[in-house]
């Protein structure tokens, strides 16, 4: 059985995106497992610290237990997402224990989300939990640049982030972050936007992003054989997506896309299972049409 890692290294050399459906509510899990076999594509199931808190995933070793009722190792593997050094709220996080225990539990690729750090303190935690996560033969991933979005309070307008490219990767820190961390994925900061994940802001439809391709093939040179991953995936234009995917993006962190389905078929049927069949629609929809990997599992887990 190849590993995560692996699986990744095939998905950039065939340009195959690999999503990743972040699942805040266990009943989410078992729809986009179906939706993931059913159009024979490959995908992770990821859980982020925000999500046990905010929402009702309630903690790594619950969705772990939740997955493995639906584990499908060909097609399905958990990863776990986001768990920051300091979190949205900007409390300290005891990220070392968390990520400790997500790898004891099992998790074959974990993330450490450090970005809210100066560079050099970004590096040292990444570096520490990469340390660990290969003890356990896990993947580490890490974020460097500013992804915005889960932060309290209103986002400064969408146009002028991307205009001026405020918190965007740098190159020259991409090369230094890369060799000195030695993380094995690299979320990057290339215009997409985080859902938003408190007050009202959690339930508006998403502004449609966009990517700077231009800085994203510098990236890609930068950061040389370590895959890039983009988060804040849903809302961004297609036609984005799929130049980004061309141009480095191995993973694709989908989180607002299936979680608002599931909200709000909830909320009008008052009927899980209900809005676990809007799930399985949302993410087939994800696969098929927004990242056009129906078909290709074989590509990246042979
Ligand atoms: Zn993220």
Redesign the pocket.
């Known amino acids: 059985m190849l590993k995560t890692a692996e699986i990744m290294k095939n998905a950039c050399k065939s340009k195959v995106v690999i999503p990743a459906f972040n699942v805040p509510y266990l009943p989410m899990v078992e729809p986009v497992v179906k939706a993931v076999v059913d159009q024979d594509a490959f995908a992770l199931v990821a859980t982020a610290r925000p999500e046990w808190f905010k929402f009702e995933a309630k903690g790594p070793v619950e969705v772990f237990q939740e997955f493995m009722k639906w584990e499908n190792p060909a097609y399905v593997r958990i990863h776990l997402?986001?768990v920051p050094v300091i979190d949205e709220d900007g409390e300290r996080v005891d990220y070392v224990a968390t990520i400790r225990k997500a790898l004891e539990t099992g998790y074959p690729s974990v993330m450490v989300d450090a970005s809210r750090l100066d560079l050099e303190g970004n590096i040292a935690s990444t570096y520490e939990i990469t340390e660990l996560a290969h003890s356990f033969g896990a993947a580490c991933e890490a974020e460097l640049g500013a992804?915005m979005g889960h932060e309290a309070g209103p986002l400064p307008p969408y146009e002028e982030i991307f205009a001026s490219g405020k918190g965007f990767t740098d190159v020259d820190e991409c090369i230094r972050f890369v060799k000195e961390s030695h993380c094995d994925w690299l979320?990057v900061a290339v215009g997409s936007i985080?859902g938003a994940i408190s007050g009202a802001a959690k339930d508006a439809k998403k502004v449609e992003a966009r990517l700077n391709i231009a800085h994203l093939k510098k990236l890609k040179e930068a950061a040389g054989n370590i895959p890039l991953v983009l988060?804040?995936g849903s809302g961004v234009k297609r036609e984005y997506v799929l130049e980004g995917i061309q141009n480095g993006i191995c993973k694709i962190?989908i989180g607002a896309e299936i979680r608002q389905a599931y909200e709000q078929a909830l909320r009008s049927t008052n009927d899980v299972s209900a809005a676990q069949q809007a799930v399985y629609e949302r993410t087939v929809w994800v696969i098929k049409d927004y990242f056009e990997i129906s078909g290709k599992r074989r590509l990246v887990n042979p």
Do not use: L, Q, R
């Open positions: 997402d986001h992804v979320s985080h988060h804040g962190n």
